[in-house]
């Protein structure tokens, strides 16, 4: 049985959830964290019904001192994580760069870069210390090439895919692997919350294409940490068939049917 230690960021929903899954599949012991204690409590609870070891974090990763307190609380072989994978995330609006909401511009700067680095500050010493372990960064299509009303957000995955490449840089002399996984469109709650939870708008998003879903995200970022110890998966686009890049999309409603 595989004994590896997984922590991931915003496990309580879409792509963090999925990964959850699939690590407790993997044999992985997990440390869960989010915001939402019931749903972290519930997700445990399932994952716990089939075997899996779970431990649970509560703390937004834009609170730096609540991020290390969390994560100094660990004890014994929970300390000694193997695969860190950033994904706590979001966008918010799709608005004009010229007219956004600068309250929205600081959480997405906060949350999808000064989070990610919190996790990493607190994580990989240990990695490198030990000399092996594996950081996997959720950045996005969105972060190759900016489409409209994207611009802060787009910003954000373009900082994480640098981030990326420089950790990367900066442990090429150890065993620690980095990657950065970069979807396109997955139907999470995602959308949802970058139009403030209006759920028609965020409807229109996934329409007249089958879009990805959270565990098509998970099954690549286990093949990651999964593969051989020599074998570093950089990095990953992965986008829906109909899917281009960040801003060519192909919709046809009655294309659905031929895909399901
Ligand atoms: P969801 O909204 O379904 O999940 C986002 C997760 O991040 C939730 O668990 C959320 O918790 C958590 N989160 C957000 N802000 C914070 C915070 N400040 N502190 C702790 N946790 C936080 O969306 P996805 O699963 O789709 O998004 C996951 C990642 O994937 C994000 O980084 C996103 O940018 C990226 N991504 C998503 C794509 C998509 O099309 N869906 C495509 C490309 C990348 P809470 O419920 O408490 O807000
Ligand atoms: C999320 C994918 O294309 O909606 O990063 O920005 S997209």
Same mark, same amino acid.
């Given at each position: 049985m595989n004994t590896k230690l997984v922590l991931i960021t915003g496990a309580t929903s879409g792509i963090g959830e999925a990964c959850a899954r699939? =690590? $407790?599949? *993997?044999?992985? /012991?997990?440390? #869960?964290? *989010? /915001?939402?204690?019931? /749903? #972290?409590?519930r997700l445990k609870a399932l994952l716990e019904e089939d075997g899996a070891e779970v431990r649970l974090l509560k703390f937004d990763v834009r609170d730096r001192q609540a991020a290390k307190t969390a994560v100094e609380s660990l004890d014994g072989d929970w300390k000694t994580v193997d695969v860190l994978i950033n994904n706590a995330g979001l966008a918010l609006g799709l608005t004009k760069e010229y007219e956004g909401d600068e309250d929205d511009w600081e959480t997405m700067i906060d949350t999808n870069i000064k989070g990610l680095l919190t996790m990493t500050r607190l994580i990989v010493p240990g990695m490198v210390e030990r000399n092996r372990g594996h950081v996997i960064n959720i950045g996005s299509v969105a972060g190759d090439v900016a489409y409209a009303g994207g611009n802060v957000y787009c910003?954000?995955? !373009? %900082?994480?895919?640098? #981030?990326?490449d420089g950790l990367r840089v900066d442990l090429v002399d150890t065993c620690v692997r980095v990657t950065n996984i970069k979807p396109g469109l997955v139907e999470t709650n995602f959308s949802v919350v970058r139009f403030h939870g209006n759920q028609q708008q965020a409807k229109h998003v996934y329409e007249g294409i089958h879009p990805l879903n *959270?565990?098509?995200?998970?099954?690549?970022? =286990?093949? %990651? !940490?999964? $593969?051989?110890?020599?074998?570093?998966? %950089?990095e990953v686009l992965v986008l829906a068939t109909h899917q281009a890049n960040g801003y060519t999309i192909s919709r046809d409603v009655n294309r659905e049917e031929h895909l399901s």
């Amino acid at each position: 049985m595989n004994t590896k230690l997984v922590l991931i960021t915003g496990a309580t929903s879409g792509i963090g959830e999925a990964c959850a899954r699939k =690590f $407790a599949q *993997g044999g992985y /012991r997990l440390i #869960l964290t *989010g /915001r939402n204690e019931q /749903r #972290l409590e519930r997700l445990k609870a399932l994952l716990e019904e089939d075997g899996a070891e779970v431990r649970l974090l509560k703390f937004d990763v834009r609170d730096r001192q609540a991020a290390k307190t969390a994560v100094e609380s660990l004890d014994g072989d929970w300390k000694t994580v193997d695969v860190l994978i950033n994904n706590a995330g979001l966008a918010l609006g799709l608005t004009k760069e010229y007219e956004g909401d600068e309250d929205d511009w600081e959480t997405m700067i906060d949350t999808n870069i000064k989070g990610l680095l919190t996790m990493t500050r607190l994580i990989v010493p240990g990695m490198v210390e030990r000399n092996r372990g594996h950081v996997i960064n959720i950045g996005s299509v969105a972060g190759d090439v900016a489409y409209a009303g994207g611009n802060v957000y787009c910003a954000t995955k !373009a %900082a994480v895919k640098t #981030l990326t490449d420089g950790l990367r840089v900066d442990l090429v002399d150890t065993c620690v692997r980095v990657t950065n996984i970069k979807p396109g469109l997955v139907e999470t709650n995602f959308s949802v919350v970058r139009f403030h939870g209006n759920q028609q708008q965020a409807k229109h998003v996934y329409e007249g294409i089958h879009p990805l879903n *959270g565990d098509d995200i998970a099954d690549v970022a =286990f093949y %990651a !940490a999964s $593969a051989p110890e020599h074998v570093q998966i %950089a990095e990953v686009l992965v986008l829906a068939t109909h899917q281009a890049n960040g801003y060519t999309i192909s919709r046809d409603v009655n294309r659905e049917e031929h895909l399901s």
